[in-house]
């Protein structure tokens, strides 16, 4: 693995990290029962009843994990 020959400054450094930025959220929104519901994508969906109790998490229409 390379190695820098010398020590890197504290502001080279803090620069360079700055470039950094955190991607924006993507969401989809979905119609169900009526109800406007928004969802990130490829993530497993939480499925609750009328209640609101929560029941498993789903994925692509198939159940994955109870919660």
């Known amino acids: 693995m390379p190695v820098?020959?010398?020590r890197l400054s504290?502001?080279?450094t803090h620069a360079r990290r700055s470039q950094w930025k955190a991607a924006e959220i993507t969401l989809v929104k979905t119609v169900?029962?009526?109800k406007t519901v928004?969802?990130?994508p490829h993530r497993a969906k939480l499925v609750s009843d009328s209640a609101g109790n929560a029941?498993?998490?789903e994925y692509k229409?198939?159940?994955v994990a109870d919660a």
């Open 4 to 6: 820098p020959k010398r």
């Open 55 to 57: 029941l498993f998490l």
């Open 10 to 12: 504290r502001a080279r």
């Open 38 to 40: 928004y969802s990130m």
């Open 61 to 63: 229409g198939r159940k």
């Open 32 to 34: 169900e029962n009526g």
